[in-house]
């Protein structure tokens, strides 16, 4: 059983960056993919980043070139830089990770882009 937790959203300026982490807890050894998603209001839920246990990351095209993924794999814990912030970026942002064929949820983290 794997727990995912969220961290580090909130409000910031346009242009401005936020990071935010995602712990994994649990009895597990290790985490093959882990990736972030969000969601707006009104929107489809969408893949934003993700990254694999040996480092190949994946963007969509609406971040690259102003979102990073990384991992710390032996803590676990998947990382989101996000710098040049749009109002469009504003969304739930969720973390996900597939540890022994099964797929787990964080439980999302607000980010909101408003001046």
């Known amino acids: 059983q794997v727990q995912l937790v969220e961290s580090g959203g909130g409000l910031v300026q346009p242009g401005g960056s936020l990071r935010l982490s995602c712990a994994a807890s649990?009895?597990?050894?290790?985490?093959?993919?882990m990736d972030w998603y969000r969601q707006a209001p009104g929107k489809q839920r969408e893949l934003v980043a993700a990254?694999?246990?040996?480092?190949?990351?994946n963007f969509a095209d609406s971040v690259k070139g102003r979102f990073t993924i990384s991992r710390d794999n032996a803590k676990n814990t998947v990382y989101l830089q996000m710098n040049s912030l749009k109002p469009e970026d504003t969304a739930v942002y969720y973390c996900?990770?597939?540890?022994?064929?099964?797929?787990?949820w964080g439980q999302g983290t607000q980010v909101t882009v408003s001046s």
């Open positions: 990254v694999r246990s040996g480092g190949n990351t």
């Open positions: 649990g009895s597990i050894f290790s985490i093959n993919y």
């Open positions: 996900r990770a597939l540890y022994s064929s099964k797929w787990y």
